[in-house]
């Protein structure tokens, strides 16, 4: 760890302390900040992505979308006449690519079993024979006719819907778990990756004559393949939402600083992001094309050898081993409050077998970003730290 110079604040605290006393700084430049690999879980989020994405800085990105519907209501019939239709709904906000631009996708019939709960980013399906095809827009939601697109399946589907209406053992619907695996998105062309709602997007049973209902997803998550070759800007580390690469270092170095918990004000991390990177490699693309932008990290205290599990969605937050940090867009940092973390280090010890690590929220969402090191062509005002403010008794 690196340790700067004390610096008195000047009025931080003055009029709470007293003449032997002084309210002063001293920030730990955090050394050793590396990129490690944890690639986690993509089913059962809040979101799940589909489309592609040639991004300039982080490389290609082709996100496949697979879902499931599940057999409709008892009180609802799926009669004859009835076409189903596909509704998707995502987030505008938090598109990567060219917001406007047309996405093209085939819709591709599943051919494996799967269980969403454990499906990885990694992980990618066996997939049958082509359905059809579809495109979006700039609109951020669509109905697709899946009656016209992909018939046979629609009647594959409404052959479960009406057996298991009259089935009184489950073993249609144990046929219709193990035998039907659902659709999957596949981008056709490198536009956008789309951010889909897990809750707005489902199945629409939909009559001429009679009530339509919608049918919500059984399953869902997706796969992601992305290029490799990428070259960062020396003293920048990728961090990606998808924990390919999340940010790892040993420990803050809190014991070379004389402080006190009862003389301990407040300790920030600050984490900076490459904003001059970030913002050139978008310079060459339409004025539409942006990146998915998170406003949130977690710092976690966890044990290396159990990733991801140990700092996936989970754990308590603004608990000793899973702290909040807060994205600042004027000073282009994520800043966490570490106090207790400080406190907790200060009385106990640094616990063993644990190490730090930086993630984004696993939400389903794929977001990236560039964090600086403590290389040294890093100006040190860009460095990851912590920052310290403390109390300090100057009597002698």
């Given at each position: 760890m690196g340790l700067s110079a004390c610096e008195n604040p000047g009025s931080v605290g003055g009029d709470l302390t007293d003449p032997t006393s002084e309210v002063v700084q001293d920030t730990l430049i955090i050394n050793g900040l590396t990129s490690v690999d944890a690639?986690?879980?993509?089913?059962?989020?809040?979101?799940?992505?589909?489309?592609?994405?040639?991004?300039?800085?982080?490389?290609?990105?082709?996100?496949?979308?697979?879902?499931?519907p599940n057999l409709p209501a008892s009180s609802d019939t799926m009669k004859a006449d009835g076409e189903m239709l596909l509704q998707i709904m995502y987030n505008l906000g938090q598109v990567s690519g060219d917001t406007v631009g047309t996405q093209r996708f085939d819709l591709y019939q599943i051919n494996q079993y799967w269980r969403d709960r454990v499906l990885k980013v990694d992980d990618e399906l066996t997939l049958g024979q082509k359905l059809g095809e579809f495109s979006v827009g700039s609109e951020d939601s669509l109905m697709i006719n899946l009656s016209d697109i992909a018939p046979q399946w629609v009647d594959e589907y409404r052959t479960y819907a009406e057996d298991s209406k009259d089935d009184t053992t489950g073993s249609v619907d144990s046929t219709y778990k193990?035998?039907?695996?659902?659709?999957?998105?596949?981008?056709?062309?490198?536009?956008?990756?789309?951010?889909?709602?897990?809750?707005?997007?489902?199945?629409?049973?939909?009559?001429?004559?009679?009530?339509?209902f919608d049918v919500s997803l059984n399953r869902w998550g997706y796969s992601l393949s992305r290029g490799s070759g990428s070259t960062f800007p020396q003293g920048s580390i990728p961090l990606h939402s998808t924990y390919e690469s999340?940010?790892?270092?040993?420990?803050?170095?809190?014991?070379?600083?004389?402080?006190?918990?009862?003389?301990?004000?407040?300790?920030?991390?600050?984490?900076?992001?490459?904003?001059?990177?970030?913002?050139?490699?978008?310079s060459g693309e339409p004025s539409t094309t942006k990146r998915a932008k998170e406003q949130v990290?977690?710092?976690?205290?966890?044990?290396?050898?159990?990733?991801?599990?140990?700092?996936?969605?989970?754990?308590?937050?603004?608990?000793?081993?899973?702290?909040?940090?807060?994205?600042?867009?004027?000073?282009?940092?994520?800043?966490?409050?570490v106090t207790s973390l400080v406190e907790n280090i200060i009385r106990n010890g640094f616990p063993e077998d644990r190490e730090f690590f930086v993630t984004l929220p696993n939400n389903g969402v794929i977001k990236s970003t560039l964090i600086m090191t403590d290389d040294g062509q890093v100006p040190d005002g860009l460095k990851p730290k912590i920052i310290i403010t403390s109390l300090k008794n100057i009597k002698n």
């Open positions: 690639t986690s879980y993509s089913g059962e989020q809040n979101f799940f992505s589909a489309g592609s994405f040639e991004d300039p800085l982080f490389g290609n990105m082709g996100a496949t979308g697979y879902l499931k193990y035998e039907a695996h659902g659709l999957a998105l596949v981008a056709q062309n490198s536009t956008k990756i789309l951010p889909l709602y897990r809750d707005s997007t489902r199945f629409v049973i939909q009559h001429p004559e009679a009530d339509t999340v940010l790892n270092f040993k420990e803050l170095g809190i014991d070379r600083l004389d402080v006190q918990v009862s003389g301990l004000s407040r300790a920030i991390l600050v984490l900076s992001e490459n904003a001059e990177a970030l913002e050139q490699s978008l990290a977690y710092l976690h205290l966890a044990n290396p050898g159990g990733l991801p599990e140990n700092i996936d969605p989970g754990a308590p937050l603004n608990s000793p081993t899973r702290l909040q940090g807060v994205y600042s867009a004027e000073s282009e940092t994520f800043r966490f409050d």
